[in-house]
């Protein structure tokens, strides 16, 4: 029985692969204690000098918050506590001191595209749709993804319209915008190693230090606080009647 995740080192580069292909890799409270652990071990392991995210399987990268496990949450203070926790550890990895690369493999949706565009990079498959559609929920995102979303230097109609569109855009769509860095076709090993290839010459020092500029940046700008206060909002739309009905409707809808 899987816990949901597991992590490797290899040659520098530490992969967390969520491992829930059966939920289109939907992160539950096991797989964030997954993200906890993989954080921890970046902090406790100077030989890492990249941290990959990526799916199992070619079908999904991340479906977000698991529905299944997460429609029992009814109220803004039980939302909360459970979108605080992930938004947390985002913050957490988006403030380590290497850089972090989301190895899109396949569908990223909901949640799954907050923890996408938390990370440095996206490298999207070609074959690959992502999307914010917590709007189909009648919610916002959650996680801090709309905040990191605003950071990234999308031009800021770009950014806006990703969200307010609630819908999944094609690869080449998410590069043409500025979302994705890579669209790759094949092996997203390979697309991987050539995309770090030219970084693997650098000293991890000097990552380090570029990665310090930004969260200095981010500090003073109030990131954290502006995720909070995304979280807060989350929270309250998630207790009102259209997002507990839509979320019916889904497990409904898989219940055939
Ligand atoms: C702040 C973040 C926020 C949160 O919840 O905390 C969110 O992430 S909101 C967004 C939540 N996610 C979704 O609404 C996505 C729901 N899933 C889908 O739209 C589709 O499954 C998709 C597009 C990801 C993949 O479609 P595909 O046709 O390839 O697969 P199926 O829909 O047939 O799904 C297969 C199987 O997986 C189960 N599944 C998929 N996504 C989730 C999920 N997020 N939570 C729980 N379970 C999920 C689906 O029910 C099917 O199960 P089965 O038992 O085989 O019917």
């Known amino acids: 029985m899987t816990k949901g995740y597991f992590f490797e080192e290899v040659d520098g580069v530490l992969t967390f692969t969520i491992d829930r292909p059966e939920r289109r890799n939907a992160i539950n409270d096991d797989v964030m204690d ?50 605080s926790k992930m938004a947390e550890l985002l913050y957490e990895w988006a ?66 319209k990703m969200l307010v569109d609630a819908k999944t855009y094609p690869a080449q769509q998410l590069y043409d915008i500025g979302w994705a860095m890579r669209v790759f076709e094949g092996e997203p090993r390979n697309a991987l190693e050539e995309f770090i ?11 380090k230090a ?19 206060q995304e979280v807060a909002t989350c929270s309250l739309l998630w207790e009102q009647e259209p997002h507990l009905a839509a979320v019916d409707r889904f497990l409904s809808k898989n219940k055939k």
């Open 210 to 228: 570029y990665k310090e500029m930004e969260i200095r940046k981010w500090k003073n700008a109030g990131l954290y606080t502006r995720i909070q």
């Open 34 to 83: 997954g993200f906890r652990e993989v954080i921890d071990y970046v902090h406790t392991h100077d030989t890492v000098r990249f941290l990959v995210i990526t799916g199992t399987g070619d079908r999904a990268f991340c479906s977000g918050g698991d529905l299944s496990e997460f429609h029992t949450l009814t109220t803004a203070e039980q939302a909360s506590s459970m979108l």
């Open 95 to 160: 403030t380590l001191p290497v850089p972090t690369i989301a190895l899109i493999n396949g569908t990223a949706v909901g949640g799954g595209c907050e923890i996408a565009t938390a990370c440095d990079f996206r490298l999207v498959a070609a074959e690959a749709k992502c999307g914010f559609i917590q709007g189909t929920l009648a919610i916002t995102t959650g996680w801090g993804g709309g905040t990191y979303l605003f950071e990234r230097g999308l031009r800021h109609d770009r950014a806006l």
């Open 197 to 207: 290839e030219d970084m693997r010459k650098v000293e991890p020092g000097v990552h």
